[in-house]
Every structure is written in C-alpha cells, then in structure tokens.
C-alpha cells in the first residue's frame, strides 16, 4: 500500500478524534445550559435537581462523541502500525 493511504488513514483518525472531542465538549455546554435554565423556570425544582425523567436527546451528543473518539483512536492506531511496519 503506497504511504499516501497511510496518511490518509491517520488524517481520518485525527479527524475523528478531533470530532470526538468537540461533540463531547458541546454536549457538556448543552447539558449545562438546559439544566440551568430549566431551574430558574421550573415549578417542580425536583425534576431538575434529581434530572428525572432523564432526556435522552441530551445524552446523544456525548455517545455520538464517544463513539467517534474511538473510531478516530483506533484509525490513528492502525495507521501508525501500518506506517512503522513498512
């Protein structure tokens, strides 16, 4: 395989990673923000001190983020195996 798809490899990687990072960080700034919102505007203070029912869409973020990470390590992972081997 010529080196150009070796660095395409850990190019995708490092987008990946990258990706990860920032859906974990917004979802963080999601999560944060609605949460102190809802405490200012909520009669039921319950609801928002114990976050039941959970939202699931706030959630989808930091899973999404997660996934990618590991997609993005794992890329970065085989592509540097792949580089030093040949």
Do not use: C, H
Request: charged share 20%; hydrophobic share 50%; net charge positive.
């Amino acid at each position: 395989m010529p080196s150009a798809s070796y660095q395409a490899i850990l190019g995708m990687g490092g987008f990946f990673v990258l990706l990860g990072i920032i859906l974990i960080v917004w979802n963080k700034r999601e999560r944060e923000g609605y949460y102190n919102s809802i405490l200012l505007t909520q009669k039921d203070i319950k609801e928002s001190l114990t976050r039941d029912p959970d939202r699931p869409w706030l959630r989808a973020w930091e899973v999404g983020g997660k996934i990618s990470l590991i997609i993005g390590i794992m890329l970065l992972i085989i592509g540097g195996i792949l580089w030093l081997v040949t």
